[in-house]
């Protein structure tokens, strides 16, 4: 089945560490995203690719950092700079860039807590 | 960056109620999308909106376009028990390559 993946489901930080997140997609999409949702804020852009080898900062990109060497793949580093960075963290794709009106599509998210 | 104002922030109905929620944009927007999300889970596209005045349905849920292409509006009718979620607008802005803006959600609850 298409769809985007994102691993693990539940994940542990011990404070100072980095972290990375994972979001393989099979959609053949050109754009990823990534997205932190907390209690009551809805969903904020941290970085958003359009291309391989390209990628952009969001609305709260401080902390966090992403590659994109594969169309399929956009991994998030949740890094030791992020001071708060336990949150719900979402993955999506479109098939274009944003300037496309195409709708964003989900993975099931990744819970991250700080031990 | 920009938001969607997106209300009412929470609903408690009860089951075979009709629903609606609606979201405002100061800025003119050429895409509505209306997703919902389940608890633990990631949104899931319900309903995409192209065009001022259009008039969409999926099921019992019916989403408009509005005219101004400021707002859009969610209706949901005769709801059940698994309409539970969160519902949230998003929007394209008409000008520039930027992302979706995204409201900050409707909290439903059904009370069976």
């Known amino acids: 089945d298409g769809g985007i993946t994102q691993s693990p489901k539940y994940l542990f930080r011990k404070e100072g560490q980095n972290v990375t997140l994972s979001c393989e997609q099979n959609?053949?999409?050109?754009?990823m995203y990534w997205y932190r949702q907390d209690p009551g804020q809805g969903l904020r852009l941290i970085y958003y690719?359009?291309?391989?080898?390209?990628?952009q900062k969001g609305d709260i990109a401080e902390g966090y950092s992403v590659s994109r060497e594969k169309k399929e793949s956009f991994p998030l580093t949740v890094t030791s700079a992020q001071k708060n960075p336990t949150a719900f963290y979402l993955c999506?794709?479109?098939?274009?860039?944003?300037?496309?009106?195409?709708?964003?599509?989900f993975g099931d998210g990744t819970r991250l807590s700080i031990l | 960056g920009q938001q969607l104002n997106q209300s009412p922030q929470s609903m408690f109905i009860q089951e075979g109620e009709d629903v609606s929620m609606n979201c405002t944009s100061s800025?003119?927007?050429?895409?509505w999308l209306w997703y919902k999300q389940d608890p633990g889970e990631g949104p899931v596209l319900l309903i995409a909106?192209?065009?001022?005045?259009e008039l969409t349905s999926n099921g019992r849920l019916t989403a408009q376009f509005g005219i101004t292409r400021k707002d859009s509006f969610l209706n949901i009718s005769a709801s059940i028990p698994s309409d539970v979620g969160i519902y949230f607008c998003a929007g394209h802005v008409s000008t520039g390559n930027t992302p979706l803006v995204f409201g900050k959600g409707t909290r439903l609850s059904v009370i069976a």
């Open positions: 800025s003119i927007f050429n895409t």
């Open positions: 999506a794709s479109s098939d274009r860039g944003p300037s496309s009106n195409q709708p964003q599509h």
């Open positions: 959609l053949n999409h050109d754009a």
């Open positions: 690719s359009q291309i391989v080898n390209d990628f």
């Open positions: 909106l192209y065009k001022a005045g």
